[in-house]
């Protein structure tokens, strides 16, 4: 382990990135957000969803620099009471919770069926790739607004758990073509080279050499395209959310926040909608900052 950390330490990665001070700032924003979600229940200063120490006479409260803020509120509350600061930390864990799960899913799906296609070649390969075109041809939103609304039709009364699997099976369904012709290209690249070749020849079977040897060789450009997407994830769930098709009420995300917010924006009460919105830039600028220093640092053209 401690030879792994030195060979990091001494790598181009990390030396690309202590050059470069847009990674650090987005890698430092990411982790405040990220530490903040991770551990809500211990930095935030109020439990938003605790009905029990909710206060309806401090409802749609102003920021605490505004005369009629209250310092215990530093952003201000909303329309029922619940400090802004609090539900941003607790809404940003769902969104990420969401967002990474959605993308992993995808990976999985994406990288297996992409390496299948590639390796395998011909019926198989034109199988996929026109499942692709099928997929590519409808729009991602309306694919996860179908996916959601038909869960939500066919399990009216379901648990929040189940809720949140439908969500996160609505956008990694589109998600995944984008892993499957990425790993699609450079297998084909990888199938005809020596060391496969010289795999076939001493007869290792087909799945162990894609996963052993082709795979390994393939997930770099997976790596940066999975850091992108987290953002792009997220943004998903907050639209879905904000459409009112997404996490369940009793556990809102950042896109229920701007929601509920949005109500208020034309009366005054500026600060519901407009933090939870800033957040969301927040980490999904800070997410595609790093996807697209890693793109660079991983390119041994640039170096």
Not at 30 to 49: D, M
Not at 210 to 229: E, S
Request: net charge neutral; proline share 6%.
């Amino acid at each position: 382990m401690q030879a792994a950390l030195v060979r990091f330490l001494d790598g181009d990665v990390w030396h690309s990135f202590r050059k470069s001070p847009m990674a650090i700032t987005a890698a430092v924003i990411a982790f405040i957000c990220i530490f903040c979600a991770l551990f809500a229940n211990w930095v935030a200063p109020h439990n938003p969803f605790d009905l029990a120490t909710l206060e309806l006479g401090d409802a749609r409260l102003p920021p605490a620099w505004d005369e009629e803020g209250k310092a215990k509120y530093f952003l201000g509350t909303d329309d029922q009471g619940r400090d802004i600061l609090s539900t941003l930390m607790f809404g940003a864990r769902i969104s990420l919770l969401v967002g990474v799960a959605s993308v992993l899913l995808s990976v999985v799906v994406g990288v297996a069926l992409g390496l299948l296609s590639g390796f395998a070649g011909g019926k198989t390969d034109a199988l996929i790739m026109r499942v692709c075109d099928v997929m590519l041809s409808f729009p991602s939103i309306l694919i996860a607004l179908l996916i959601d609304g038909v869960g939500r039709a066919m399990f009216p009364n379901a648990h929040d758990t189940l809720a949140f699997a439908v969500l996160i099976l609505a956008i990694a369904l589109p998600g995944w073509v984008p892993y499957a012709r990425t790993v699609r290209g450079s297998t084909l690249v990888e199938r005809h080279k020596e060391y496969v070749q010289a795999a076939r020849v001493i007869g290792v079977a087909p799945a162990r050499i894609m996963r052993r040897h082709v795979l390994p060789n393939v997930l770099g450009p997976v790596l940066v395209l999975a850091t992108i997407q987290v953002a792009q994830a997220i943004l998903t769930e907050a639209t879905l959310s904000f459409l009112g098709v997404g996490v369940p009420p009793t556990q809102p995300s950042l896109g229920t926040l701007i929601r509920v917010g949005n109500d208020f924006l034309f009366s005054g009460e500026w600060w519901i909608t407009i933090f939870p919105g800033a957040m969301l830039v927040l980490i999904a600028l800070s997410v595609n900052l790093l996807g697209d220093w890693l793109r660079d640092a991983l390119n041994p053209r640039l170096r």
